[in-house]
């Protein structure tokens, strides 16, 4: 995996493949957000955010198991609600009749290791990324404010997860689909993220599952 | 009084034959163990499920049951000898004691159990009749085929499934049958028809066979049942339940996160039921004649249900079937495996 993405690594700003994912998802994260270890973090972030990156919200994943597709999906959760599975990099949103949409996500591979129902209470379009100070400090070069637009590496679309500084939203590396990149975040390709968000309102239930572990 | 007594006579003499004739036959499990190699049946050739290559090596969902079985019995899955088997002498080959496990697309009936004296031990994949159309993106579902002309092979029990679920939802079709599927899928292909409707792991199979695959869609129902799963005679309760719980236990481990790329993982694990099924508490393999270490090995070597699914006809495979009904009961789909315990 790591391999396949280095051709996206600014090759003049090696510090970039350090440090990464948890900003992605803690534009205004508050004190005490979880962060993963620092060990692990130099493990998992490979791939630095490419701010400036073009990624219009045309762009959807067309092919294989995370095109955004109905799917069989028997749930006793009302339509409407989303459920992430974290270890499938899916989320379907219910919509009964033993039926879900099925989205291909890309999800962290540290960070968000809570399992359990939270709910969307802000959702924005093309939002402005606002690196916090801890991001700043570790990579200078990078903007202190972004304002939404497809270069923005938050896309086309963002939807807040409750009680957690974290987020589902789009993405300008739409390659990311399918893997656990981010520190946490759920991101969908633009495309697909704008067709999720005419699914969503503020309140609705989003139910996040992991992986079981031994 | 001396009538009782004859008649009693020749209960108790039927019920010692009896006796005498279970503890002659030598069990399944000695016979293979006595073999060092498991008879499996399997298919002849069905994509995804049992195939063959050139240099005659044995692969698929079927096949991997079969090297399951083996790995629990033996730690070894190339412990298997390969009968291949059409549809019409699949069950006799078992009843006749040529293969010890049949592990061959076939649907779990009435008829088969209680007629043929066999027993299925477990359903490794539920299949059903579905309906494919090419691309027609406002069909989500198979209730808004109605008027809608369906292609069907003739002869089989397609048809007859099509003519309840139609009846039964208030909705008509125009009917075009072919004698095989080549013409169905010309016909789909020209025109003639809307959707093309045989069992959903067949559609998957021919959508491969299209001439743009990709603008085929595989509708999410299903309106039959055709639950496949391995079989075993029905005069070995032992046998059964070896066979019961290695399918029993690759679903298992799936649920529990034991696959074959943890192995070590889950033989260091503190939780009890994967120390359960590691065999490191509570010696089940010894209770069904095996060693402890059965169900674990079964996994290392095989991989567990999720990996054989994506492997051989989900999304590591040029089928890619989605998981659907075969998805666990804990994640939209209705595979639910009793517990370890």
Redesign the interface.
């Known amino acids: 995996m790591l391999a396949s993405f280095t051709r996206f690594l600014p090759q003049s700003r090696p510090a970039l493949i350090a440090l990464a994912a948890i900003l992605w998802c803690a534009g205004s994260a508050p004190a005490g957000a979880q962060a993963a270890p620092e060990s692990a973090m130099r493990e998992t972030l490979a791939i630095g955010e490419e701010p400036g990156r073009v990624s219009t919200d045309e762009v959807v994943i067309d092919d294989g198991p995370y095109k955004r597709q109905l799917v069989f999906f028997r749930t006793n959760e009302a339509p409407g609600t989303f459920i992430i599975q974290t270890s499938e990099h899916f989320l379907y949103v219910v919509l009964g009749n033993n039926r879900a949409l099925r989205y291909g996500i890309g999800v962290g591979r540290q960070g968000f290791q809570w399992s359990g129902l939270v709910k969307i209470v802000k959702m924005a379009e093309w939002p402005d990324w606002t690196p916090p100070p801890e991001m700043i400090q570790r990579q200078p070069y990078l903007p202190r404010f972004m304002a939404g637009g497809p270069g923005n590496p938050l896309g086309a679309r963002a939807m807040y997860l409750g009680g957690t500084v974290y987020r589902i939203h789009g993405t300008n590396q739409p390659e990311t689909i399918g893997e656990n990149i981010s520190s946490g975040c759920f991101r969908l390709a633009n495309g697909d993220v704008v067709d999720l968000y005419s699914h969503a309102s503020v309140g609705t239930k989003v139910i996040i599952r992991q992986a079981p572990t031994l | 009084m001396p009538r009782l007594a004859k008649r009693l006579t020749l209960h108790l003499g039927a019920a010692l034959l009896a006796l005498l004739a279970t503890a002659a036959a030598a069990s399944t499990l000695d016979v293979v163990k006595q073999r060092g190699s498991l008879l499996c049946g399997v298919g002849q050739g069905l994509p995804g499920f049992s195939d063959r290559d050139a240099a005659g090596k044995w692969s698929g969902f079927d096949v991997d049951f079969c090297r399951a079985v083996a790995a629990a019995i033996f730690d070894d899955p190339n412990k298997v000898t390969y009968i291949p088997l059409n549809a019409a002498e699949r069950f006799d080959a078992l009843h006749a004691g040529k293969i010890d496990l049949l592990s061959r697309n076939s649907s779990w009936t009435f008829d088969r159990e209680a007629s043929l004296g066999l027993l299925f031990a477990a359903v490794t994949y539920h299949d059903g009749q579905g309906f494919m159309a090419l691309r027609k993106p406002e069909i989500?579902?198979a209730l808004e085929l109605d008027k809608a002309s369906i292609c069907v092979q003739k002869g089989t029990t397609s048809e007859l499934n099509l003519a309840d679920y139609f009846r039964a939802n208030s909705m008509t079709y125009t009917l075009h049958a072919y004698d095989t599927i080549a013409e169905v899928i010309k016909a789909l292909e020209g025109g003639a028809c809307d959707v093309f409707s045989t069992d959903q792991s067949g559609l998957y199979a021919e959508r491969g066979n299209l001439s743009q695959p990709?603008a085929a869609i595989i509708l999410?129902?299903?309106i039959s049942k055709e639950p496949l799963g391995p079989v075993v005679r029905a005069d070995d309760v032992a046998w059964f339940n070896i066979v019961k719980w290695v399918a029993f236990a690759l679903i298992n481990a799936e649920?529990?996160?034991?696959k074959s790329s943890?192995i070590d993982?889950?033989l260091?694990?503190t939780?009890p039921d994967?120390r359960r099924f590691t065999g490191a508490e509570g010696a089940f393999g010894a209770k069904l004649g095996l060693d402890n270490a059965w169900a674990i090995r079964a996994v290392k070597e095989v991989g567990n249900y999720s990996e054989i699914f994506e492997r051989n006809i989900g999304?590591g495979s040029k089928l890619?079937i989605?998981r659907?009904?075969n998805?666990l009961w804990s994640?939209?789909?209705?595979l639910y495996a009793p517990p370890l315990r």
Do not use: M, V
């Not at chain 2, 649920?255 to 034991?258: A, F, S």
């Not at chain 2, 994640?331 to 209705?334: L, V």
């Open positions: 989500t579902s990709n999410p129902d299903i649920e529990l996160g034991i943890n993982e889950a260091a694990s939780k994967a999304s890619a989605p659907g009904l998805q994640a939209g789909g209705i």
